[in-house]
T-cell receptor
Framework: DARVTQTPRHKVTEMGQEVTMRCQPI?????VFWYRQTMMQGLELLAYFRNRAPLDDSGMPKDRFSAEMPDATLATLKIQPSEPRDSAVYFCASGLVASGNTIYFGEGSWLTVV | QKEVEQNSGPLSVPEGAIASLNCTYS??????FFWYRQYSGKSPELIMSIYSNGDKEDGRFTAQLNKASQYVSLLIRDSQPSDSATYLCAVNKGGSTLGRLYFGRGTQLTVWP
């Protein structure tokens, strides 16, 4: 059963700490997305990659957020330093260009910054 | 103007009724349209995709697309309590290439027995 795997599932951290979220996309998928979901804003795209290259990170606060794909099986989203307003659910999703425009979401990383 | 707008809801229908969910989008060049269902505390899951004008049926679900009106809808026939969830409309602005998906805020649906 192919699925997107995210870690950690839940994270509580203090303001100012570094947070790293990891994502393993579905094997063979060449496009990876990072979304953030809050009650106020809904689902917002932070960044996405194709074949490990960043295509769009315009939705990401550059001063504190960074996203990378060290290899085809791992995407990371880092927040440094974290702030209470970063509290949200962060979803990773992956898709394959050749299979149309369907993307599949991971279960999310629930982040609380206190 | 938001890229994707959905009727805010919440929407409440009795079991067995038809639930109608609506969505409008701003970019006339959009080519791909999706409906995701999200249960509370869970991740969005794809239930329907539609690319051409007209209706597309899958079981109890029918997606309707009208590109001239920039309008997408989802009909759920014979609604069940298990359909209670938030429904998210998503639009791909990147033409036929998998690209940036814009999501609406979602419509919360409750189906009561």
């Amino acid at each position: 059963d192919a699925r997107v795997t995210q870690t950690p599932r839940h994270k509580v951290t203090e303001m100012g700490q570094e947070v790293t979220m990891r994502c393993q996309p579905i094997l063979g998928h060449n496009t990876v997305f990072w979304y953030r979901q809050t009650m106020m804003q809904g689902l917002e795209l932070l960044a996405y990659f194709r074949n490990r290259a960043p295509l769009d990170d315009s939705g990401m606060p550059k001063d504190r957020f960074s996203a990378e794909m060290p290899d085809a099986t791992l995407a990371t989203l880092k927040i440094q330093p974290s702030e209470p307003r970063d509290s949200a659910v962060y979803f990773c999703a992956s898709g394959l260009v050749a299979s149309g425009n369907t993307i599949y979401f991971g279960e999310g990383s629930w982040l609380t910054v206190v | 103007q938001k890229e994707v707008e959905q009727n805010s809801g919440p929407l409440s229908v009795p079991e067995g009724a038809i639930a109608s969910l609506n969505c409008t989008y701003s970019d006339r060049g959009s080519q791909s349209f999706f409906w995701y269902r999200q249960y509370s505390g869970k991740s969005p899951e794809l239930i329907m995709s539609i690319y051409s004008n007209g209706d597309k049926e899958d079981g109890r679900f029918t997606a309707q697309l009208n590109k001239a009106s920039q309008y997408v809808s989802l009909l759920i026939r014979d609604s069940q309590p298990s359909d209670s969830a938030t429904y998210l409309c998503a639009v791909n602005k990147g033409g036929s290439t998998l690209g940036r998906l814009y999501f609406g805020r979602g419509t919360q649906l409750t189906v009561w027995p």
